[in-house]
């Protein structure tokens, strides 16, 4: 079956370094992108990885490793607007498709 | 103006009524999709179409259709309500971009009784 795993939530105070792990099984893959919710609202785009590597947005960095089908999503100096669910989602076919995971929860306590 | 845009904002109903869902966008995107999302289940692709006549069915299409009138405005229907389709109902767009960075709308929050 197809499958995206990544923790349910995580906590930490603010300016600290949080990752979240994404692992994944689908029947194909073009590209892990990661997005943005917070709470009640629309989910965002944060960065995607088509290739193996570091990919750097400011705060925020996304890796990816095809052979070990895995990725994580980086959050640096943490905010407290940083506190959201965060999504790994794979583009599985040639059509763009995404499949997401489930979600992270990330809580920033002062 | 929002890019994206989705109406109703919030729908109650009961159930075995029939429900439009309507969404539109600005961005002169080819492809838009609709999801739905549960509490603790992600976004699950319902439908999604690259344009006007085209038109696929995506993870959980069962009790659902949609239409694609022009290229700005696509909409979902629920032919007959039932309380397992009380979600959260976002639209999304997508421009033919190699980040594959997908736009979404404010959402569309429904509740069946």
């Known amino acids: 079956g197809q499958s995206l795993e990544q923790p349910s939530e995580v906590t930490a105070v603010e300016g600290a370094i949080v990752q979240i792990n994404c692992t994944y099984q689908?029947?194909?893959?073009?590209?892990l992108s990661w997005y943005q919710q917070h709470d009640g609202g629309a989910p965002t785009f944060l960065s995607y990885?088509?290739?193996?590597g570091l990919e750097e947005t400011g705060r925020f960095s996304s890796f990816l490793s095809r052979s070990d089908s895995y990725g994580y999503l980086l959050l640096q100096e943490l905010q407290m607007k940083d506190s959201a669910s965060y999504f790994c989602a794979v583009r599985d076919d040639s059509w763009g498709k995404l499949q997401f995971g489930a979600g992270t929860q990330v809580v920033v306590t002062p | 103006d929002a890019d994206v845009t989705q109406t109703p904002r919030n729908r109650i109903t009961k159930t075995g009524k029939r429900i439009m869902l309507e969404c539109s966008q600005t961005?002169?995107?080819?492809?838009m999709y609709w999801y739905r999302q549960d509490p603790g289940l992600g976004l699950r692709l319902i439908y999604y179409?690259?344009?006007?006549?085209?038109?696929n069915k995506g993870e959980i299409s069962d009790g659902y259709s949609v239409s694609r009138q022009a290229q700005a405005k696509f909409s979902l229907s629920l032919e007959s309500a039932i309380p397992n389709q009380t979600a959260l109902y976002f639209c999304a767009t997508r421009g033919g971009t190699s980040t594959d960075t997908q736009y979404f709308g404010p959402g569309t929050r429904l509740t069946v009784l």
């Open positions: 961005k002169g995107h080819d492809r």
């Open positions: 179409s690259f344009d006007v006549k085209d038109i």
């Open positions: 990885n088509a290739l193996d």
């Open positions: 689908t029947s194909g893959f073009y590209g």
